[in-house]
């Protein structure tokens, strides 16, 4: 590997190593890691993007949602709920902090409280999709790399 | 079968590795997640996002699988319900995935049956150790067969656990729990009989319906064996079961005066659950024996709510109470049943009539093909019930309901589905759903025109489940399905006896247990069997109710033993009942006759 090459992978690993201390990410998507190998060379990529994919109309549905009065907050909480559970599923940690505290504004029936939330949560997911497609950017463009540096 | 057992070799020597999973989630995301973590411990994966295509590939060919996976909110259709449906009919481990860790819904989903809930995001350490439950599935239906055969060696292996009895024949060796037993009878060229022959809901309707068309009297070995035209069956196997048969419909029709004349008992009344009968209306006038039944129907109560029937895991905790509960109390109806029996008839004519319109709800009947899993169609058959025609009309109440519902089996065999919630609507509604019930199961009691007419429109009400075949036994039995039916909704507008929850409770497990056992042993095919066993009094009502199939299963749920029963084959059961014959009198005061089988394998 020459010089560039080096680099390029330790500036990776670095960006990945910090979403995980900023806790965008958690140990799931560590699950995600390991599930790729020759096989399924790109799974993580793969989950990711069918992730921002299906979640898309989550997030639309939940802002039509909010959008009516009076809001009816089961269907929110249930919403959220699906919303949550994908998002844990590749580990945006940081989103579904935030899915859990929509969800108690939802149970408190705490309708501020609901869209002020919500509002995190977009920024939340919004920014992890790019940090994640610059992540998988410069992965595929440095191939395929040893994941040495995972941290455990 | 022989594909299935060279897969079967093949993949029991890899086990788990290549373990065929089903996974079932509505978010892609999740199951492409878990596509990917069971993919990591070698599983053989196939994945679908909706419940209903899993249903229909499982439906296709339940021995595809292994194991399923699903989440619990899916929007086309409640986990849970997949669950049962899963869980009754295809007797496969189930387990639940959910974003949610509520211990009350991890409570929920392991009572209706799941073996385990894990919460997302799922771990890949978790599922590399679903397999157990694939495992553990079939060891535990081996204990309660050999438990249930006290004379005969439990040779079928998976028995109680397996569907498909056959398919447990061939697959004993496979079978990473293949029993010695199975073993041994391969190994002994010499024996005529192959791997004991478990007589599955499906191989014993069929048996039904050719010493049926034989009559009973007439019927031969040889000649039955050519019309069911069944590979693998020799004319021993069935000869046996002949002899077995014909002992339960002597036994019944025993039985069935006995629930007869059980109903005036006071008593009774307050035991039974009055409910049912009275639900009925027009049973009223049979309401003395409806007492009786309803005391005998404790159990039926389980068959209600077969719809909601759990797990066969739990099966075994419901029913030994409650079938202690309602032995105590049957057994002070059971005196007067001869004497009931016989004034019944007229009353019962009346009745019969009556509820006839109502008949048309099936619901019930088809709910029992449900809890027989992929028996149910086979329910239409159920013309088993017919295997009563060969004994005496008017005291064979069998004869009377036999006939008849197997009839109505068959009409309603649209999807399980349907009944399944049909079903569980009508448990949990009580109101309505109850008289509907009942009217189900009057064309059943209708069949007893004569002396059965008592345990007819007992079991008519019952019976709504195709407890028809059941009723024979004495009509008690299967009354006491439909009762507890009705009992169900009734029970808690009347009794306190046995309310709903309780029998709920049973019935869910009933229904689990009672399906798998029956599926699985094909035992319910035959309620002979069980009602020889110890069905004399209250056990038999039990028994009698569900479809022969279905009986044995929920038999042993409600029962307790009857579980065992099932697991044990017909052949077991027939054999123990045979032997009980002194201890079923015993029960007919309204005990379960099968304590030694209900009791033994249930705990």
Known sequence: MDRNQMQMHRQIANIRKSLFDQEYLDEQFIQLEELQDNSNPNFVEEVVTL?????????????????????????????????????????????????????????????????????????????????????????????????????? | MTVEEIRGVNEIDRFPIGMRVLAVDDDPTCLKLLDGLLRKCQYQVTTTNQAITALKMLKENRNRFDLVIS??????????????????????????????????????????????????????????????????????????????????????????????????????????????????????????????VVWSIDLHRKFVAAVDQLGNEKAMPRRILDLMNVDGLTRE???????????????????????????????????????????????????????????????????????????????SLMAPPLVQETQNKLRPVNHQNMNLFQDIPSSFDQCSNKPNTQLTDFSSVEESRIFTGTKLADFNSIDESRMFTGSNPLTDPSVVLGSKPS?????????????????????????????????????????????????????????????????????????????????QSLSNQKNGQYSKQDYSQYSQNAFSTLASLALASGGGGLSGPLSHGGLNGGTSALFKTEMPGLETKMRSGEDGFVVNNIYGSLDDLMTGMTKREQEARMMMDGEFGYDPYAFGPCT
């Open chain 2, 407 to 487: 009839l109505k089996l068959s009409s309603t065999g649209s999807d399980s589905f349907n009944l399944l919630s049909s079903s569980s609507n009508f448990l949990d509604q009580n109101g309505n759903q109850p008289s509907n019930f009942s009217s189900n199961q009057l064309p059943i009691g209708e069949n007893y025109g004569y002396s059965a007419t008592v345990s007819g429109g007992i079991r008519s009400s019952i019976t709504a489940t195709a407890a028809v075949p059941l009723e024979a036994h004495g009509g008690g039995l299967v009354g006491e399905i439909m009762q507890n039916v009705n009992n």
């Open chain 2, 237 to 315: 196997n069935v000869a046996s079961h002949l002899q077995k048969y014909r002992l339960y419909l002597k036994r019944i029709s025993h039985q069935a005066n006995m629930v007869v004349a059980f109903g005036g008992s006071k008593d009774a009344s307050s035991y039974m659950r009055m409910s049912p009968l009275e639900g009925f209306g027009d049973f009223r006038t049979l309401s003395s024996l409806g007492r009786l039944s309803n005391a005998a129907y404790a159990p039926a109560g389980i068959l209600g709510r077969l719809n909601s029937a759990t797990g066969v895991t739990l099966h």
């Open chain 1, 51 to 152: 992730f921002y994919r299906d979640s898309a109309r989550f997030l639309y549905n939940l802002d039509q949602a909010l959008e009516k009065r009076p809001l009816d907050f089961s269907k929110l909480d249930s919403l959220m709920h699906q919303f949550k559970g994908s998002s844990s599923s590749i580990g945006a940690k940081k989103v579904k902090i935030e899915c859990t505290h929509f969800r108690d504004y939802c149970n408190a029936r705490n309708a501020e409280g609901c869209k002020r939330t919500f509002q995190h949560v977009k920024k939340e997911y919004t920014t992890l999709k790019k940090k994640l497609e610059a992540y998988f950017q410069m992965s595929r463009q440095t191939g395929p790399v040893e994941r040495a540096c995972r941290p455990r």
């Open chain 2, 71 to 196: 989440d619990v909110y899916m929007p086309d259709m409640d986990g849970f319900k997949l669950l049962e449906l899963v869980g009754l009919e295809m007797d496969l481990p189930v387990i639940m995935l959910s974003g949610n860790s509520d211990p009350k819904l991890v409570m929920k989903g392991i009572t209706h049956g799941a073996c385990d809930y894990l919460v997302k995001p799922v771990r890949l350490e978790e599922l590399r150790n679903i397999w157990q439950h694939v495992i553990r599935r079939k060891v535990e239906s081996k204990p309660q067969s050999k438990s249930n055969n006290n004379h005969e060696k439990s040779s079928q292996g998976n028995e109680g656990g397996d569907q498909n009895v056959k398919l447990n024949r061939k697959r004993k060796d496979e079978d990473e729990d293949v029993e010695e037993n199975g073993h041994e009878s391969d190994d002994d060229p010499s024996s005529q009989k192959k791997p004991r």
